[in-house]
């Protein structure tokens, strides 16, 4: 049981690049998230997924595309990359089936900086 | 709307010495709230929550919070810190639902 893996791990792109940060989870859950952390905003939500074939804009959308074409996967896009998007980018799932709480697993990160 | 506030970006604190974080929330109905902790270069990972069962929730690591209506608190706290315990700390709240709304996070520092 991986839990939640994220890949890339690093990246560095110049202005203008594209690319695609991979997400998986083999926990079955039906949400999907994923956040940027910049220092001293803590997390903030990207887009997010419902479940497969779903998804919907978060609080900074702006410049990234997702797909869930998969339940167990959740595609963060970068269509073309600017020096803003140099953050830390984390996938998280979680379920509300046999619990109420929301409790998110998170992924170990994708450090991506752009040039 | 809800919203985390936690007060202090930076906390330091000498090894042995007792452990407090702060956390405010708002919330429009009752809330359910976390804790979670980001080792360096890891993700983040839940600490503890609080689900209305009980106000005083223990943790992992030795950690507990307090949940406080009249104040919208919900502090964490540890009596005694390891070295161990340097970390960023994250408070949250969720709505009953699939979102959670997370704070900005406090760097906890540990000194020997």
């Known amino acids: 049981n991986a839990g939640v893996t994220q890949t890339p791990k690093f990246r560095v792109l110049k202005t203008g690049q594209s690319m695609t940060l991979l997400c998986a989870q083999d926990m079955n859950h039906e949400y999907m998230y994923w956040y940027r952390q910049d220092p001293g905003m803590g997390l903030r939500l990207i887009h997010y997924s419902v479940g497969e074939g779903t998804t919907a804009k978060g609080e900074v959308p702006d410049g990234y595309n997702v797909s869930r074409l998969k339940k167990q996967n959740f595609l963060l896009g970068l269509e073309s990359a600017a020096p803003s998007q140099t953050s830390v980018y984390f996938c998280a799932s979680s379920t509300l089936r046999g619990s109420p709480y929301n409790e998110q697993f998170f992924g170990p990160g994708t450090r991506l900086t752009v040039l | 709307a809800q919203s985390v506030t936690q007060l202090g970006s930076h906390v330091s604190v000498s090894e042995g010495a007792l452990v407090l974080l702060r956390c405010n929330y708002s919330s429009s109905v009752p809330p359910y709230l976390f804790w979670y902790v980001q080792y360096p270069n890891q993700g983040l990972q839940l600490l503890l929550k609080?689900?209305?069962?009980?106000?005083l929730v223990k943790g992992i690591n030795g950690f507990e919070a307090e949940f406080k209506k009249s104040e919208t608190s919900f502090h964490l706290t540890k009596p005694s810190a390891h070295m161990s315990d340097a970390a960023e700390y994250f408070c949250a709240v969720s709505d009953q639902g699939f979102k959670t709304i997370f704070g900005a996070g406090t760097r906890l520092f540990v000194k020997a």
């Open positions: 609080y689900t209305s069962a009980a106000t």
